[in-house]
């Protein structure tokens, strides 16, 4: 059977945005293929400021508990992702789970280093990374990431 190098055309489903990809093999007639939505953390290595110089974009420093936290990431109950940090010194990331915007499930649990698994409780509707300490987070990660 014949490979021909083509594009492929990449649609996400319910919405009005498609893409095409590098060339790639393919047989005529067979299709095939995974897409990886890589890193569902905003701003993952903390380095981009521009509402305040002392922020990183979508990470906020809540003093009372002392850690930074990351927006909230929507997830699917019973869902396993991948997640993880890769640090330049020693520092605790944890994963919250969140059954409403404000409303934590559970204590948080200890995020793998590099790479690891974790999956969302049946009630889980969001997660949320959290960094301990009051010092820049830049400081210590390299970058976390959370993906299915």
């Known amino acids: 059977m014949c490979m021909e190098m083509m594009p492929v055309k990449l649609l996400l489903l319910d919405t009005n945005y498609s893409t095409l990809s590098e060339p790639v ?3 005529q007639g067979v299709y095939r293929g995974t897409l990886s939505l890589r890193n569902l ?7 981009i400021r521009w509402s305040a110089k002392d922020r ?3 990470w906020r420093y809540n003093g009372a508990k002392d850690y930074w936290t990351s927006d909230n990431i929507r ?3 019973g869902k396993s992702y991948r997640a993880g940090v890769t640090c330049k010194a020693p520092a605790k990331v944890t994963v919250q789970w969140k059954q409403q915007h404000c409303l934590a499930l ?3 649990i ?25 010092a820049d987070p830049s400081i210590a990660i390299e970058s976390v ?3 299915p």
């Open 56 to 58: 990183p974009e979508h």
């Open 145 to 147: 990431h959370f993906a």
């Open 25 to 27: 093999a393919i047989r």
């Open 106 to 108: 559970g204590e948080p």
């Open 75 to 77: 997830v699917e109950p």
């Open 110 to 134: 200890q995020l793998p280093p590099e790479a690891g698994r974790v999956v969302a409780p049946s009630a889980a509707i969001y997660a949320e990374l959290l960094v301990a300490g009051r």
């Open 41 to 47: 953390v905003r701003k993952p290595d903390f380095h």
